[in-house]
């Protein structure tokens, strides 16, 4: 899986795991719901500083974020 379809679906994963909507998430990260919404759907790449955001928000390193392994996924 590429990097772009892993940070899509934990980031989609994370934020329904919380409750939060696509605005919510997007304030949270400050991003754009538009922004948020591209990546969510793999229509565009992430620059990494929002990467970086997208972990932080998370609580999670830029790494474990792209992992593709299960020792790293987003724990529930």
């Known amino acids: 899986m590429a990097e772009a379809e ?3 679906w934990k980031l989609r994963r ?8 696509q605005f919510e998430a997007a ?3 400050g991003i754009s ?10 229509q565009t790449d992430a620059k990494l500083s929002t ?5 932080a928000y998370m609580g999670i390193t830029v790494s474990t974020l ?3 392994d299960g020792e790293n996924e987003v724990q529930e």
Do not use: D, H, Q, W
């Not at 994370?14 to 909507?21: A, D, E, P």
């Open 14 to 21: 994370y934020r329904k795991m919380n409750g939060l909507n």
């Open 27 to 29: 304030s949270e990260i």
């Open 66 to 68: 792209l992992a593709e």
């Open 51 to 55: 990467v970086s955001r997208i972990a």
């Open 33 to 42: 719901t538009e922004t948020l919404s591209k990546i969510e759907r793999c």
């Open 6 to 8: 892993i940070l899509s």
